[in-house]
């Protein structure tokens, strides 16, 4: 009976990449050396570029669950494997496979339009002008901030944890915790509320107060709504999202060790 080694080792493997001459470069190379294959004919995807290159990939291809297994030629990449050329139908499979379940948020406009957008990272809301953002919390339908004066405020998932909102001061999620953060951005009043970890079952529902007079957007990962009056953000589990890790690269060691960062 043939092995799941050596089925993944027989997958069909389309390369993507970023448009960065760095990513094009290694795109010919793989391709020349492996062959091309389009994306919609694969079994697994392998994503050469940066971190905003694998969440474009992730929601590009989400409706297919095809798991994507990144390389880094951008320049953080904290989603993505080493760059090697050699031996990737073996490193795919031996790679080990996270599960990721992004935000769906759903926000209102001023003038009542529903917009639906996913996040794999966060959902950010952000003031618009010069002047701050009001912003009114709830969870799952109790009322946790009567006002928050602000810059904005960030909903993430754990794997989003260590991007926007690590810079904003929220707190770095375990992937297994199960929780979501809601951090404050730049928070006038409540001056010393930093923010809150929630179940990932919770249902956040943000109001923005005074509207009209201090415009807030609503950014979910790249998808950006503007002038929203209401945002609700839920962890939508019916969606499964899979990347591929080397062993010594695994995602979850990577999260740990950003905790013990100097």
């Not at 996270?98 to 001023?110: C, D, G, N, S």
């Not at 339009?113 to 009114?136: C, F, G, P, W, Y």
Request: charged residues 25%.
């Amino acid at each position: 009976m043939e092995s799941e080694t050596q089925k993944t080792e027989r997958s069909r493997i389309a390369f993507v990449a970023a448009d960065t001459p760095e990513a094009q470069s290694a795109l010919q190379k793989l391709v020349t050396r492996y062959g091309a294959l389009e994306p919609e004919e694969a079994d697994v995807i392998v994503a050469l570029g940066g971190d905003g290159f694998m969440l474009e990939m992730l929601h590009r291809h989400m409706s297919r669950h095809l798991p994507i297994y990144g390389m880094n030629r951008g320049s953080v990449g904290f989603l993505m494997n080493n760059y090697r050329e050699d031996g990737i139908s073996r490193r795919i499979a031996r790679s080990r496979a996270v599960t990721l379940h992004p935000l769906r948020m759903k926000a209102r406009t001023v003038d009542g339009k529903v917009h639906e957008e996913l996040a794999i990272n966060d959902v950010s809301l952000l003031r618009q002008t010069r002047q701050t953002a009001k912003l009114k919390i709830s969870i799952d339908d109790v009322v946790r901030l009567d006002e928050l004066i602000c810059d904005g405020a960030l909903v993430s998932t754990p794997a989003g944890s260590t991007a926007y909102n690590l810079s904003i001061g929220g707190p770095i999620i375990p992937l297994a915790a199960n929780l979501l953060a809601i951090t404050p951005i730049a928070a006038f009043r409540p001056r010393r509320w930093r923010g809150a970890l929630l179940q990932h079952t919770a249902r956040v529902k943000i109001e923005i107060l005074e509207p009209n007079k201090r415009p807030v957007s609503a950014v979910a990962d790249s998808s950006e709504v503007r002038d929203v009056r209401e945002v609700e953000i839920t962890e939508d589990r019916s969606i499964a999202l899979c990347l591929l890790f080397d062993p010594q690269h695994a995602l979850e060691e990577r999260v740990l060790k950003e905790q013990f960062q100097p």
